[in-house]
């Protein structure tokens, strides 16, 4: 399964160029939008614009149309208390079939590259490890069962190519190098100036003092 999101800076919604040029890649490349579906909940739009006045559509979380049965749930939430930008969260559930095989998922998928442990040695090796070997591979890109497989098989070149001369590391989700005292400090100010704005009511005017603060928290933690 792929699949494609994020910040597409176009709207599918309007007859523009752009978007009419968006709308034809999403048709012959057999991607869906959720979040531009009916059962799509929440807010109707995935940004707004500094003034409150300027809504649109221009964040995308896409599945290919022989998998949008798999989605659960799909919803444009108004706020996050994470959340610095304009750009409102888009979130989509999707139930993996994992049982009937056709998706591969297991401990070897959410495995890391130790880069920075690597030596000079071990990466010279890996890239001739690398280069012997897609270049006995045959790459015929004539059709899309020909591509998805020329994919795979660069996949498991290169990852094969990881494992023999670099290693893994385990996936350690709650490994914020970045997350340091200072941002710490910014995000329990940014908490608490939303805290107070949801309890105004969540307004959304530049006269409002709650609103205004709140902004201020959420350009600093930038």
Known sequence: MVILMGDLNCSVLDDKPRSLLLRQFFSDSQNIPVNCLPACNGMKSTFVSYDGVYESVIDYICLSSDCIDLV????ILDDDCLNVSRHRPVTVNINFPVSDGKFNISEESFKRISWKRATDAQISDYVGNDTNSLNQCTYV??????IDS????LCDVL????????G???FQSHSKPYWDSGLREYHKQMRYYRSQWCRAGLPRNKT??????????????K
Do not use: L, Q, W
């Open 72 to 75: 659960s749930h799909c919803e």
């Open 141 to 146: 890109c004539d059709s899309k069962e020909f």
């Open 150 to 153: 020329t994919y795979t098989t």
């Open 159 to 166: 990852t094969g190519a990881v494992g023999t001369c670099i």
């Open 168 to 170: 893994h590391r385990p």
């Open 208 to 221: 409002n003092a709650e609103y205004m603060s709140y902004r201020t928290a959420k350009r600093d933690i």
